[in-house]
């Protein structure tokens, strides 16, 4: 079974991920960006969906960045969801797969990329 992993601080888009995504992945989902980075570090998924603006010390950039830093983890999509349009270019530089815009994108088109991401590995 694919490993999704969603780093998202928004209860209610984390339950709406858990209902669209809960029974096709083995999923797990982290609050923050310190707990993502252990997540990825020791899970190892094969997809993660990433916020950008997270509690705590570490945000998604600072997320992105730690990922990439680990050699296990380099070839991850990393699909990023953001409510800053000044930080896509940025994102995309240092390693994201994908950069949406949360006010442009559904769970839909979510699900359409990740099924993309799958069916290009196999």
């Known amino acids: 079974m694919v490993k999704l ?3 998202e601080d928004d ?5 709406a ?3 669209k995504f ?11 960006g310190a707990d993502g980075i252990k997540t990825a570090v020791g899970w190892e998924p094969d997809i993660i969906v990433l916020d950008l ?3 705590g010390k570490f945000n998604g950039i600072d ?4 990922i990439r830093k680990e050699k296990k983890l380099l070839k991850t999509p990393v699909m990023v969801v953001t409510n800053l349009p000044d930080v896509v270019d940025r994102v995309m530089s ?5 950069c949406w815009m949360k006010t442009d994108v559904d769970l839909n088109s979510i699900a359409e990329d990740i099924e993309g991401l799958i069916e290009k590995d196999m």
């Open 22 to 32: 809960g029974g096709i992945y083995d999923l797990k989902i982290e609050l923050n």
């Open 63 to 66: 997320v992105l960045q730690a």
């Open 94 to 98: 240092l390693g994201a797969t994908k």
């Open 11 to 15: 209860l209610l888009l984390n339950e």
């Open 17 to 19: 991920y858990r209902r």
């Open 5 to 7: 992993l969603i780093v």
């Open 53 to 55: 603006f997270l509690p």
